[in-house]
């Protein structure tokens, strides 16, 4: 199977934008349903966005929809998270991961985590 790894994160400023990579090292099948997570310091890996890969289908995190934008680069096998008017509360390690299971939201559905990408929002 594929190895996920995510790329991307730095440092902001609240207000900020930042855009996260996921690269597949393999195919991305059709039936595969991308997913971001993130987990800050001392709680859960919690769902930021989803994509489904056949026709790009997405679905949010409330405290995510409007700010930001999960998309596919096909012919590349790769994932984005486009990260607007970030804030302090965005701060996290975030996680690429997929399903075959579309509107899930549990990290427990999900498998094939990459090892993460750290975004730290502060002033």
């Known amino acids: 199977q594929a190895q996920l790894v995510e790329s991307g994160g730095g440092l902001a400023q609240p207000g900020d934008s930042l855009r996260l990579s996921c690269a597949a090292s393999g195919r991305i099948f059709s039936s595969h349903i991308m997913g971001w997570f993130r987990q800050a310091p001392g709680k859960v890996r919690e769902f930021v966005a989803a994509?489904?890969?056949?026709?790009?289908?997405?679905y949010y995190a409330d405290p995510v929809k409007g700010r930001f934008t999960i998309s596919r680069d096909r012919p590349n096998f790769t994932v984005y998270l486009e990260m607007n008017n970030l804030n302090t509360d965005d701060t996290a390690v975030y996680y690429c991961?997929?399903?075959?299971?579309?509107?899930?939201?549990?990290?427990?559905?999900?498998?094939?985590w990459g090892q993460g990408t750290q975004v730290t929002v502060s002033s």
């Open positions: 991961a997929r399903t075959t299971q579309y509107g899930s939201r549990s990290s427990a559905d999900f498998g094939a």
């Open positions: 994509l489904k890969w056949s026709d790009g289908r997405t």
